[in-house]
């Protein structure tokens, strides 16, 4: 498996994937508002707010991962991973974790500081991230489900207490993702 930058020329295989993907995992209209937003984060955000990996085999796109700026009310320089998915017929081999701790790696060498994310803490918690509160960082709206609101420091600091408001990127920017 190799992997790389995202860059504009993978905009198409990358959607794809990731419609493809959820929909074989949640059905095909998850799959679609997936692919919708996928596209929308592509097309809408400014280089410098977003960072995507691609991992491939035999120049198939196989898996991506998405991180995007979080701006916080204190200096850390925060990103926030979402989505990531890895091809139906090669999860479970350890793509997704590897593809995730390459992004990670990647993140520390650009001096962010924090690393945040919303999905399962069990999954998440093999690649590094612990639960936070809402009080801790606060989330760009009411969570759903605050039991997977995570987040990872590079720094070598501990994450501190965070009083105020979080924004995160236009695309992500809609109650029902969180
Ligand atoms: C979540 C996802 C990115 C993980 O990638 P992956 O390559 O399947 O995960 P890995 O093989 O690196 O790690 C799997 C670990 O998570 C669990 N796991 C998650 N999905 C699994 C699957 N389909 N099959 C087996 N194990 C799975 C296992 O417990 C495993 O732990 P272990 O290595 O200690 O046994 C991938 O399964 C995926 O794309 N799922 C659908 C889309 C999605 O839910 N994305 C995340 C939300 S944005």
């Known amino acids: 498996m190799k992997l790389s930058l995202f860059n504009l020329s993978l905009a198409k295989p990358v959607t794809d994937l990731f419609e493809q993907v959820f929909s074989d995992s949640e059905g095909a209209e998850e799959g679609k508002v997936i692919g919708d937003l996928v596209t929308n984060i592509i097309s809408s955000t400014p280089e410098q707010d977003l960072i995507g990996f691609v991992a491939s085999t035999n120049e198939q796109v196989v898996g991506c991962i998405f991180f995007s700026r979080m701006l916080l009310a204190s200096d850390d320089v925060a990103f926030i991973l979402s989505p ?34 919303y999905g399962d803490p069990n999954f998440y918690g093999k690649v590094g991230f612990t639960q936070i509160s809402e009080q801790q960082i606060e989330a760009p709206f009411k969570l759903g489900h605050p039991e997977g609101w995570l987040a990872q420091s590079l720094s070598g600091r501990t994450i501190p207490s965070i009083e105020g408001a979080s924004q995160c990127i236009a695309a992500l920017n809609k109650p029902e993702y969180w």
């Not at 090669?90 to 590897?98: K, N, P, T």
């Not at 701790?101 to 690393?115: A, F, R, S």
């Open 84 to 117: 990531v998915a890895i091809a139906t017929d090669q999860q479970g081999q350890g793509l997704g974790q590897q593809l995730i701790n390459h992004g990670i790696e990647q993140l520390k060498k650009l001096e962010v500081d924090i690393v945040i994310t």
